[in-house]
């Protein structure tokens, strides 16, 4: 009997420390995974959900006590949170297809989960290295966007879709920024007139070689012009391969941001047309600016109204947003119905139901399955309850994220990107961005590292 006792504590103690392996190897998997699904989210979603979603279930895993932990010491952002998942299910038991409802509740509160990965990866001193991927991805999307302005017919479409796109650079500009911002503490110029100095030149000729088809640019004009913003692109590229060798703060990834990566990425947004995002982007950085260098605003005003007159593609896309929203079928009418289910179902229709808009009307595009604005959509859906506890949320965000910018010693990463988000949702004004997996994953990545740099705001948090 002793001998098979001693035996079976041996198994137990081997069974214990290849448990304890099999946990810690999980843990250190996390960090590493949840780094690359940065650089993945910009390029293609289903690479993404491979690395992203094994992640998640490693970190509820191994890692559980550091959602508690991000509740405990956020609860003026946690809180809200909570809410709006409470009610995403609430309103499904009054919609008008329970089952599909509580099934994609399910989904989207286990997406929102990002949220505490990503504050954990901030914790860890994964920031740095977030942030600098969800760019270089950001950037393999844009330099495809702009080769295939210049070459539409031979260059195939991208895998996001220019709408989905636009939504990401919306917030991808503000994080190339808080970049930027986390990097000037080795240098003594100011970061915006570096980028106004350094940027302008290239994001005019990006924007050109973009709009080569739409302006009907010879081919040897379209010519020489790819092969001198190829070369560019090529010569800065070799300074960020320099800088991710060594130290990711150097002076070649300072460079390459300023004068590569952001006015690339502005001027993809631009050949990309969607007008929310535009808005989203302006409003974003007015604030921005307001907060840090508010005589900017003089030099970025007409520089707006010049880009609108210069090019005939944005001034047709900017006047004719008016037209558009009233045509048959458009905004004002989808808008308007939605009015009318939003006073029928104050509870709301349930999540993932707005589809039943094409029942109301015969101009409504058969394909059409939102309400192309976030507030409207999500009203619609998850009633009076549901629209406050979003607001609440996403309020609760904004205000922690802007509220130390009075602060002499003020977090400009921090506040750059709290403009990103601000930027997501005021183009989500006039699409539903928050329905769009790959625009609302990179959101709650960046909102998930924001939250990491904010100071604790429970009384008592003990973490």
Sequence with gaps: MGTISETD???SNAMGENTSAILETSRALVPKLGVLSSLLIPIKLSFTYISVIPTMILFAITLRDEVLRWYKAYRSISLPLIAFLFVLFYSSLFGINIGNSMINAAKLSFM????PLYFYLGTKGNSQSILLLLTVGSLVAST?????????NDIGSFSHGPVSEAGQLGIALFVSLALLFSLQIHRKKDLLIDILQSGTVPFFAFTLLGFAYKLSLNAWATGILTTVCGAYLLAHATQLFLSLRGEPTGKNAYSFLTSTALPLLAASLIVNLKRGPWIGVTTGLAILLLITRPKLLLIIIPFVIGLIF???????????SLEHFFMVGGRSEIWALGGELLARYPLGIGLENALVIRDFSYDIPANLNHFHSNIINIAVELGWLGIAAYLWWMGSVFYEGLRGSSRQTRDLVTITLTCGLISWQVAGLFEYNFGDSEVFIFAMMVMGVLISRLPVTSSNPKI
């Excluded at 210069?310 to 004719?320: K, L, N, Q, V």
């Design 9 to 11: 504590n041996v198994f």
């Design 112 to 115: 929102v989960g990002l949220i």
């Design 144 to 152: 495809h966007t702009i080769v295939e302005g210049a070459y539409p």
């Design 310 to 320: 210069g090019f005939d593609p944005i001034r047709e896309r900017a006047f004719s």
